[in-house]
């Protein structure tokens, strides 16, 4: 399986770990969980739409979302 971050997705990614100064370290360790987990799996994912899945980053009010294809 191949990701790559949409292009307002990496801006956001970015703006976020600027906004979270010393907590920033931490936040990227959850983004990096939460993509492992979905390397693992990603059918285990829940279905928002037809074709799209969210995948939650802990401690952090973000989600990844995956879309198949």
């Not at 971050?5 to 990227?28: M, Q, S, T």
């Not at 983004?31 to 401690?59: T, W, Y």
Request: with cysteine.
């Amino acid at each position: 399986m191949s990701l790559r971050f949409d292009e307002d997705a990496r801006h956001e990614y970015l703006e976020a770990i600027g906004f979270y100064g010393r907590a920033a370290e931490r936040f990227v360790q959850a983004v990096d969980a939460a993509i492992a987990q979905i390397h693992g799996d990603p059918e285990r994912f829940r279905e928002v739409e037809p074709g799209v899945r969210s995948c939650r980053v802990q401690k952090f009010p973000y989600s990844i979302l995956l879309h198949a294809g």
